[in-house]
């Protein structure tokens, strides 16, 4: 299955990878999570668009405020894609240890 690249582009960001990270614990206000970064709003509110446009958020009115939620779906798209990456190093880092376990005895 291929993963959007509008994924992978928006997880390229580390601002973007520590709003998800912050968005693992509930859904959030835009205004309590500006309060994490060294930012101004727009430039929040910019990455926060990126990260909806890619379906991993979600966002929500409730009366003046916008309120996030994390929308996980794509990510399992990215742990698919990457697993045979991880049994390819996995084997490889296996074989490293049984060659020092070799060169032990």
Not at 40 to 60: D, F, I, N, T
């Amino acid at each position: 299955m291929p993963v959007n690249d509008d994924v992978f582009a928006a997880l390229a960001s580390p601002v973007r990878r520590e709003v998800l990270r912050l968005l693992i614990e509930g859904p959030m206000p835009a205004g309590q999570l500006a309060e994490r970064f060294d930012m101004r709003r727009p430039s929040l509110s910019e990455h926060l668009r990126v990260l909806r446009e890619a379906g991993l958020v979600a966002e929500q009115r409730q009366g003046r405020n916008r309120v996030y939620s994390l929308d996980a779906g794509p990510l399992a798209e990215v742990s698919a894609w990457l697993t045979p990456y991880e049994r390819f190093w996995r084997a490889k880092l296996a074989n490293l240890r049984d060659l020092l376990d070799e060169e032990e005895l």
